[in-house]
């Protein structure tokens, strides 16, 4: 009797040990559904070679809607360059060569320029161009105190004469030191940019101002971006 | 039958229940502050990552916005982190030679990515969006706290589902102009409470049933 009631109790308690047991090894230390077998942006995938779960479209070919065929929208070149146009040069007091005419950029903005394509334009300089140009685009920018190779002022003869296709080529593919901001800056927020430097400019540069506002028309898209600077009071 | 219990068992039985009572209280008070500890949470731990990479130094010393490198936020569920290019656009001039730098140039080289290790890391079955966030006027200092005085990162704030319920339930509280998101300085009492709300409606920010409901982030 008295043995019987002990290995009952004994049986018992071996049965809520491997229960509590299973439930522990169960639910407390297994971690499927804080990890689940996907990826997100960033997590590491053993499967590639370069560990990234991001890819890279294979090369040679082209995601929907991204055909880019508006030749002036994507590049800021003109269709049928002459292929005998030579950019001039000049060189200037430190020795460098500076290039002095942009034989196959385009000169008209290939979208309205409107006050919001401004002010947007504004906030992206901001962020990714004043850092060295600085934020009146004078070249005296946080970065370029700190050691950066100084670029040139947007209010140089050469670069208000410049037409904008060169602006956008500059950020597209870089320009000497300073790099691409193609994987950075979209299209779109490209132009947006040029719309504002050349707004920029026109602050320092009296004759434009003066030329573009009697230029600008009465639906409030104006044709250049001076214009829509002065007119709608943006600008600076 | 002899009597089992003596008579003052009564009083055991009624001092054990108290002590069972305070004692599941005890364990269960525990419990929630472990849960909540930093331990748990990985709050305030800084991780040691393969660049001394300063947010200090750029962003508090320079002023580089955190669009410059996290690009993504605005249009994106994730932030997005800066490729090695980014960080080349200007150390391939600046501190060109610098052994700090060493691993950014060794990753340009040899086109592999940098192995930043994760701080802030939500369980997958949860569901977050920064651009919804950015969009509504949650500055990032709000979520992240002073990062322009880190120099290492480390996370701020629990990223407990009582965390985001708190802001979740009454945003107004929270929530700042749009225009002010990046700005690390921002104080949360240079606008009124009437500002707040009014802001609430003009960022059309929906009702807390919804921000509340269970699918908003389980989903």
Not at chain 1, 132 to 160: A, K, Q, S
Not at chain 2, 83 to 99: E, G, I, K, R, Y
Not at chain 2, 214 to 219: E, F, K, Y
Request: proline letters at 5%; hydrophobic letters at 30%.
């Amino acid at each position: 009797m008295y043995r019987n009631r002990s290995s009952i109790l004994a049986r018992i308690g071996l049965l809520a040990t491997v229960i509590a047991g299973t439930m522990a090894a169960g639910c407390g230390v297994r971690f499927d559904m804080q990890d689940q077998p996907r990826y997100k942006a960033y997590k590491q995938n053993e499967f590639f070679a370069d560990k990234l779960s991001t890819r890279a479209y294979p090369e040679g070919t082209v995601a929907r809607g991204r055909l880019n065929d508006n030749k002036a929208f994507y590049t800021g070149k003109i269709d049928n360059p002459n292929p005998n146009a030579v950019a001039q040069t000049t060189t200037d007091a430190a020795g460098n060569t500076v290039v002095t005419s942009f034989p196959d950029a385009i000169d008209e903005f290939p979208l309205p320029v409107t006050k919001e394509l401004v002010e947007r334009g504004r906030e992206r300089y901001n962020i990714y161009c004043g850092v060295c140009h600085g934020p009146g685009g004078n070249g005296d920018g946080m970065i370029v105190r700190r050691g950066f190779p100084r670029p040139p002022t947007y209010h140089e003869d050469r670069l208000r004469k410049a037409p904008v296709g060169h602006f956008f080529d500059v950020i597209t593919n870089g320009w000497g030191r300073m790099s691409s901001y193609a994987y950075q800056v979209q299209p779109a927020d490209r132009w947006a940019i040029v719309a504002y430097i050349r707004a920029l400019q026109a602050t320092q540069d009296p004759d434009a101002i003066l030329n573009s506002t009697a230029k600008a028309d009465q639906s409030g898209t104006a044709k250049t971006p001076a214009a829509a600077a002065t007119t709608h009071g943006g600008g600076k | 039958m002899a009597q089992i219990f003596n008579k003052s068992a009564n009083n055991i039985a009624k001092i054990s229940m108290v002590a069972v009572a305070v004692l599941a209280g005890t364990a269960f008070y525990a419990y929630t502050q472990i849960a909540r500890s930093s331990y748990l949470t990985g709050r305030y731990m800084e991780r040691q990552q393969p660049v001394q990479f300063s947010h200090k130094h750029h962003v508090g010393d320079d002023g580089i916005d955190c669009r410059y490198c996290h690009q993504t936020v605005e249009t994106t569920a994730s932030a997005g982190m800066p490729s090695t290019q980014t960080c080349m656009n200007c150390h391939s001039q600046l501190w060109a030679d610098s052994p700090y730098l060493e691993p950014v140039r060794a990753s340009f080289r040899d086109n592999k990515p940098i192995e930043w290790r994760r701080v802030h890391d939500l369980p997958e079955y949860t569901y977050f969006n920064h651009s919804i966030h950015v969009a509504k006027g949650v500055g990032c200092s709000t979520c992240h706290g002073q990062i322009d005085n880190m120099p290492s990162v480390y996370q701020e704030n629990t990223l407990q589902m009582e965390w985001c319920l708190e802001c979740h339930r009454a945003p107004e509280k929270f929530i700042r102009p749009k225009s002010e998101v990046y700005n690390m300085q921002w104080e949360p009492g240079s606008i009124d409470d009437t500002k707040r709300r009014s802001l609430k409606d003009d960022y059309k920010i929906r009702s807390k049933e919804m921000m509340t409901s269970c699918s908003t982030c389980h989903r």
